[in-house]
């Protein structure tokens, strides 16, 4: 006999939890209902992915530092880390002046209702005009670059662009955003030239919008005996609860075919050390 579902109206979603369901149902019970301490397959060594996730928190935080004016130059300077401190050189070539400039917010939470539930987005940093254009700069520290088509399809596209949208006035002050002003600008910190842009319209706005409120409603009447692990076995080479559902022996050999797929892992991981519930919802 099936349970009840897991998921209760007022439940905070977001990018990373709904696009974790998509890949695998399992992963997305344990990580964000069941809150599980995620093992390391026991063949790996943890340091280097504790690294780097590390090192993309840090990274971040610099950026959110330089933000409200405080110099970051000592800091860097002093930091030990030599990749760090490349990824800062890089970053202070980045072409500010290129953004909007009547707002500009780091580290912006947005929470915006989708029926009974509510979708979180997190800004890297929103700049913008009133009445005009609207950019999301995203920082990305991932080993390898995405594809243009994985960005543009990707769950944080989807949802930071229809977030944005969904909470225009608010962020304005009482001046819509119109979809068509609105992009997405990822910026890699280990391929600085090779930028991406992701523009918007009122046709995604819409389509967006009923594919999360959709999706939504499928996890949420979804009972927890049916939160099954993933067919795609390509999906267990390079996530950290495999050993809890027995895929680890699968694993190898398939690491080098998950492609986008172990981006979106680790990606995932470096925001996950936010916790959603001490979000504060805007008002809408």
Request: net charge negative.
């Amino acid at each position: 006999m099936l349970s009840s579902p897991v998921i209760q109206p007022g439940y905070l979603f977001s990018q990373h939890s709904l696009g974790t369901y998509r890949r695998c149902k399992r992963r997305f019970l344990l990580k964000y209902v069941d809150r599980q301490p995620w093992p390391c397959l026991e063949d790996d060594n943890p340091l280097p992915y504790r690294q780097h996730l590390e090192r993309g928190r840090v990274f971040h935080h610099w950026l959110a530092r330089r933000h409200v004016g405080i110099d970051m130059g000592p800091i860097v300077r002093a930091h030990e880390d030599l990749d760090l401190r490349r990824w800062w050189r890089e970053v202070e070539r980045f072409d500010w002046c290129a953004l909007p400039s009547g707002l500009r917010e780091a580290e912006l939470p947005v929470v915006v209702p989708i029926g009974a539930y509510r979708l979180y987005a997190r800004f890297d940093l929103l700049a913008l005009d009133v009445g005009g254009d609207a950019v999301i700069v995203d920082w990305k520290t991932l080993e390898r670059r995405p594809s243009q088509r994985t960005l543009r399809d990707r769950m944080q596209t989807r949802i930071y662009l229809y977030a944005l949208i969904a909470a225009g006035r608010v962020l304005t002050g009482g001046t819509p955003i119109a979809p068509d002003q609105a992009s997405m600008l990822y910026w890699f910190a280990n391929f600085p030239e090779e930028t991406a842009t992701v523009s918007y319209s009122e046709a995604e706005y819409c389509r967006d919008g009923e594919m999360l409120e959709d999706l939504i409603k499928e996890v949420a009447n979804l009972p927890r005996d049916a939160f099954a692990p993933t067919d795609d076995v390509r999906q267990c080479a390079h996530c950290n609860y495999a050993t809890l559902c027995h895929r680890e022996a699968a694993t190898p050999g398939v690491a080098s075919a998950a492609g986008d797929d172990a981006v979106d892992w680790l990606d995932e991981d470096v925001d996950f050390a936010i916790e959603l519930e001490q979000v504060q919802e805007l008002d809408y």
